[in-house]
């Protein structure tokens, strides 16, 4: 079998999101987005897929736009939806077409090879990860077996944590400690077996007027008002950014591991991971990265040989695709290190199911009191990550990734 | 899809193998042996196989037997052949009735929980990488793609080096250093792209008497006839065992490095990493291993973190099947550690044509001068490592593990 083509097909959707400088996200007006679906087309007929953004940018409003203020107004569009996408596409096309869709080891070792100098592609790195998982989709589709059971499966469904969006100045929104915690008391209804905080950024650094620098202190509050919120027996983890410096971070640390917290994400820049050695040498909580470091399944080897982690963390577009998370995790297995996932979707949620050492948690969001996560995207039939009452989200059985596609919603919405 | 069955069928088969108290192989008389094949039966009626010992040990004689003294008497059963393959199949059949054979990370979990004590399971090492083998068969047949192609393809054709026998005291066998550089000659006109040696072992240890203990300078005598025999440019391995101290392995490497070999193997007890760890950074030629040395990945790991070897090793039995030796392959992937895989089948094979990152040769045979590796064993219909006239090994595109039976030769010849 072989490759004969590779499409975009770029579609527009309704969004009740909007992006700040830094790249998160946040409630806005309703407005016009898009997303993009990638085939990979082989000769004999079998396509694979994948969405960019999969379904994690989907929620739908859940409230009064009008009696809003300060809403953000850039609309957010992923990395690989807009022009970029199809530059890049059109670039690896070439690399793709007459090679066996099946050898996913060499095409990703040609386009490897053209990260080196970015070979004039932009999002390269997305693009990587994003042919990846469209392949794996292809070959479960030919095999008639979800990714998961290609992979090996351990397991069909997983414990989800519901991850907060970053703090904002909205009221009744995310914008003090006590609407954490109000927040954090219906997401425990709603039936998630852990909670994550994203908690606040700098003051008027976007659209977005947040209010409040970000303080240690206020993170501790938030984090508190959460913990007496849910009760003792709550998972909470933290991703305080990258803002801090280490004696802030250790001192946030310290509280955390008061308030019976798991784990602390990202508090410092990545970059300098003689910051995160110190950290967790000195924090008895564990300390979990990187995410935003460059240098995919490598810099993830030297965050675990240099002890900069307890527990590692790796994404499908963080290291590459599903084949290179998998290795990583696989790595980590021997290892004896836990590695949690980063960001949700069909492609972790697959790569999730057949780990055997944890991963424990599958990161369902991003979350906020104005949007409802539990709404099926409207080009889907049914939602990529079902999450039972008792915050198990379920595997799909269906072949390859397990999209389930509403095609009548794309035709009508297509851009181009 | 369910498990509901696994059957072991054993039957008889001509060999000219024997023996050695350590498990090494010589050529015997012509005696009767037997080989096992494991079923993996589901409810769909899909089935998975896997062959013990899968082809390597099934030459077929070409010398005259009367002219020759001192045969092995001891047949070779390869672990798993005998009636402790079925004592372990029987323990291990509740396990594994009932489950999802795609499921392969739970079924690896709860195997090796048997491990801890052994689980009353004889051999059950072996056991959990023939299991793992089955089912990567049975999800290739399902799907109707090899397995290399499941783990995602990388090449389709691997250079194989011709993998030289444990050497004897059989006239024009490989008794002395010219009988090793006569038969490197006749290997290097086959085509092969490497010669690996075993040299001898101890006098009288076993059935097989072997003259002479084993000798660095004699090592070293045979290492200088094959180079001869060869030239400069054929690459050169050496699998020493693992009688030598420290000073004596050191002395071989230096002579080696001269002759240009490229790598040194097993040439002391590999239960001491302290001895490996010394060696490495002594030697300039790399150093491979562990082989033989308990523990799968974690004791490859502890390896590489500590420079006892240079090169990895592993192979589909030695970690726990092809599940487990990916998982291996991909953490030398990461550290950039080449990895080379212990002993030849289509397990093996499969997964090397999935490897990124070297993993460089294919181990074929063992060889001897009184031995033709190029006989189709008669319960295949084609082989399982057709090698080329230019010494490449070509991976099978039929579904599975690519095993092409010959069922009537297997039920004219079943044993129970």
Redesign the interface.
């Known amino acids: 079998m072989k490759i004969v083509d590779v499409n975009v097909t770029r579609f527009k959707k309704k969004t009740w999101l909007g992006v700040d400088k830094d790249g998160h996200m946040h409630p806005s007006k309703e407005k016009i987005s898009q997303t993009a679906l990638i085939e990979i087309v082989t000769d004999d007929g079998f396509v694979g897929r994948y969405f960019t953004a999969d379904n994690y940018l989907t929620p739908s409003a859940r409230y009064d736009e009008n009696t809003l203020t300060n809403l953000c107004s850039g609309s957010y569009i992923p990395a690989g939806t807009g022009d970029s996408l199809r530059d890049a596409i059109r670039k690896v096309r070439p690399v793709l077409i007459g090679e ?1 869709p ?5 095409i ?2 040609k386009l490897f090879r053209m990260q080196r100098l970015g070979g004039s592609v932009p999002i390269l790195d997305e693009i990587i990860g994003i042919i990846d998982c469209a392949l794996w989709d292809l ?1 479960g589709r ?4 979800p990714v998961y ?7 069909a469904r997983i414990p989800a944590y519901g991850s907060i969006m970053a703090g904002d100045n909205y009221q009744s929104g995310l914008a003090t400690p006590e609407d954490y915690g109000e927040y954090a008391k219906h997401l425990k209804e709603r039936g998630y077996q852990g909670i994550k905080l994203h908690t606040w950024m700098e003051e008027n650094w976007s659209d977005c007027v947040i209010s409040g620098k970000p303080a240690v202190e206020r993170d501790i509050e938030a984090c508190r008002a959460v913990r007496e919120a849910v009760g003792e027996e709550m998972p909470l983890f933290i991703d305080a950014f990258h803002d801090y410096n280490r004696f802030e971070a250790l001192k946030l640390g310290r509280e955390l591991e008061k308030l019976r917290f798991e784990w602390i994400e990202e508090p410092m820049d990545e970059y300098n991971m003689e910051d995160y050695k110190w950290l967790a040498r000195e924090l008895d909580i564990p300390v979990i990265g990187p995410e935003t470091a460059k240098g995919k ?2 810099t ?2 030297q965050w675990i ?1 240099n002890g900069a982690c307890d527990i590692c963390r790796a994404g499908v577009m963080d290291v590459g695709g599903i ?1 290179q998370l ?3 995790i ?2 980590c ?4 290190i836990p590695v949690e996932l980063h960001s949700p979707g069909a492609a972790t949620l697959h790569t999730m199911a ?3 050492i944890p991963g424990r948690y599958y990161e369902r969001g991003l979350l906020h009191p104005f949007l409802d996560y539990d709404v099926t995207p409207p080009w889907f039939n049914t939602p990529v990550d079902y999450m039972d009452e008792d915050g198990f989200v379920h595997v799909s059985d269906r072949a390859g990734l397990g999209y389930d596609i509403n095609w009548d919603y794309i035709k009508d919405n297509r851009c181009d």
Chains 1, 2 share one sequence.
């Open positions: 066996d099946f050898c996913r080891e060499r990703y070792r070959a030919y095999a008639n077996l059971k290609l992979l090996g499966g351990h397991r399944s490598q993830r080897l040989l084949t998998m290795k990583t696989h790595m297995e021997i290892f004896g057949a780990m055997m």
